[in-house]
């Protein structure tokens, strides 16, 4: 039996992008499902609005919860997977995704990992506001930049260094600094966290509208400007 409120204006093709990734949330707050939100919506919160074509959203779901999430979408109004092929998601730790079909808005599920890095993501994911209606659970600033290098470590796509940008633009003020230069260290991304800080600095148009990006080593603490200035002039 679906979960979502009467008051969702779902059944059309008129429902915005924005209403289906509100519904998707409510969805996982109502079953209780360990949740945050990643990827390009995520830094979204944090950052400058870009168009996307879905949302990410790492879960922790336990097998036996699967039908009750696949049942709280209507197979009339939206694709989602069997619960057999969402159990085997879970149990390799894989993905899977729910597809609006009357206006082709799409969520991708991604099962939390076992790594380390992937277990204090979790762990420090917070509360803040998704829309006027709804707020939900995201991953950290810190986090989401963390995960942009490891994308883009993967497969140098930009929409990656400009999702960084916009985080650093908008919230680098109180961005906890010291957590992030531990993981680039941690996971060998101060290089191309380097080679990143470089294309954002040479951004197309006036996305930076007169503001900078310094670049610095590995040994400079960048919240730290006796540092920062030392490194520019020497």
Same mark, same amino acid.
């Given at each position: 039996?679906? !979960?979502?409120?009467?008051?969702?204006?779902?059944? /059309?093709?008129?429902?915005? &992008?924005? #209403?289906?990734?509100?519904?998707?949330?409510?969805?996982?707050?109502? +079953?209780?499902?360990?949740?945050?939100?990643?990827?390009?919506?995520? @830094?979204?919160?944090?950052?400058?609005?870009?168009?996307?074509?879905?949302?990410?959203? !790492?879960?922790?779901?336990?097998?036996?919860?699967?039908? *009750?999430? !696949? #049942?709280?979408?209507?197979?009339?109004?939206?694709?989602?997977?069997?619960?057999?092929?969402?159990?085997?998601?879970?149990?390799?730790?894989? &993905?899977?995704? !729910?597809?609006?079909?009357?206006?082709?808005? %799409?969520?991708?599920?991604?099962?939390?990992?076992?790594?380390?890095? @992937? =277990?204090?993501?979790?762990?420090?994911?917070?509360?803040?506001?998704?829309? $006027?209606?709804? &707020?939900?659970?995201? @991953?950290?600033?810190?986090?989401?930049?963390?995960? %942009? +290098?490891?994308?883009?470590?993967?497969?140098?796509?930009? $929409?990656?260094?400009?999702?960084?940008?916009?985080?650093?633009?908008?919230?680098?003020?109180?961005?906890?600094?010291?957590?992030?230069?531990?993981?680039?260290? $941690?996971?060998? +991304?101060?290089?191309?966290? =380097?080679?990143?800080?470089?294309?954002?600095? &040479?951004?197309?148009?006036?996305?930076?509208?007169? $503001?900078?990006?310094?670049?610095?080593?590995? /040994?400079? /603490?960048?919240?730290?400007?006796?540092?920062?200035?030392? *490194?520019?002039?020497?």
């Amino acid at each position: 039996r679906s !979960v979502r409120s009467s008051s969702w204006p779902l059944g /059309d093709s008129s429902v915005t &992008q924005q #209403e289906f990734f509100e519904l998707v949330l409510s969805v996982l707050e109502k +079953l209780q499902v360990p949740y945050m939100v990643a990827g390009s919506v995520g @830094a979204m919160l944090y950052g400058e609005p870009r168009l996307t074509n879905d949302m990410d959203v !790492v879960i922790e779901l336990l097998p036996g919860r699967a039908t *009750a999430l !696949v #049942e709280a979408f209507p197979e009339d109004e939206f694709y989602v997977p069997p619960v057999e092929a969402v159990r085997d998601a879970i149990g390799r730790r894989g &993905q899977f995704n !729910v597809i609006h079909m009357g206006s082709g808005a %799409k969520v991708d599920f991604v099962v939390r990992k076992e790594t380390e890095f @992937a =277990r204090e993501e979790f762990f420090r994911r917070r509360r803040v506001v998704f829309s $006027k209606r709804l &707020q939900c659970q995201s @991953a950290s600033p810190e986090d989401i930049i963390i995960a %942009k +290098l490891i994308a883009y470590r993967e497969g140098r796509s930009e $929409k990656h260094i400009a999702d960084i940008r916009g985080i650093i633009a908008v919230s680098g003020q109180t961005l906890d600094w010291g957590y992030l230069q531990a993981w680039l260290r $941690k996971l060998g +991304l101060s290089a191309h966290a =380097r080679q990143a800080g470089l294309i954002a600095s &040479q951004g197309r148009g006036n996305a930076y509208m007169g $503001k900078y990006v310094i670049v610095v080593d590995d /040994d400079i /603490d960048p919240s730290n400007l006796d540092e920062v200035i030392w *490194a520019l002039t020497t």
